[in-house]
């Protein structure tokens, strides 16, 4: 699990997705919050791997000129959780990345039990991967591995939009 509200989350999970592939591994990355309009070099880059990528989020939540309704919000997160929950379960796969479904949770668009009966429901031999903001502890009591990002200094406090290749 890759937390904290320092830049790197995204990153360190799809830094894990490459190094499972290069080991031929079978990798599934979903997205819950990120939408598929907005460009992604990563998500490029996986697929070329051979990743499964979903892009099921609809955007970031009340932010970044965000209009659409909370419902669609939270019906676009339901949809990313029951096809994990399809994923989790299909053998499929060995690794699985749930990507900002922590966020989901911060946003109520999911709740912490949603996300710990996944986690109790899958094999023991599934790696998966989660991200997001917030420590909560149900979740991080199941956990094999939790880091946090911390932020120190961040351009876009700054006024800096995110620049391609580095941010996205």
Not at 40 to 55: F, I, N, P, T
Request: proline share 3%; aromatic share 6%; with cysteine.
């Amino acid at each position: 699990m890759y937390l904290g509200h320092g830049k790197g989350k995204t990153t360190a999970a799809v830094g894990l997705a490459v190094r499972a592939r290069g080991w031929n591994k079978r990798v599934c990355f979903i997205q819950f919050i990120k939408e598929e309009r907005w460009p992604s070099g990563e998500r490029a880059m996986l697929k070329k791997l051979g990743v499964q990528v979903q892009v099921v989020g609809q955007g970031f939540v009340k932010i970044m000129g965000d209009r659409k309704p909370f419902a669609v919000h939270r019906t676009a997160a339901r949809r990313a959780l029951a096809s994990a929950k399809r994923i989790v379960h299909s053998n499929h796969f060995d690794v699985v990345i749930l990507d900002e479904v922590i966020s989901a949770v911060e946003e109520k668009l999911l709740s912490q039990t949603d996300v710990v009966r996944l986690i109790k429901s899958k094999r023991p031999s599934l790696h998966l991967v989660l991200t997001g903001h917030t420590a909560y502890p149900a979740i991080i009591r199941l956990a094999d591995l939790v880091t946090e990002m911390k932020k120190i200094k961040h351009p876009f406090d700054r006024g800096r939009l995110a620049v391609k290749s580095i941010d996205f």
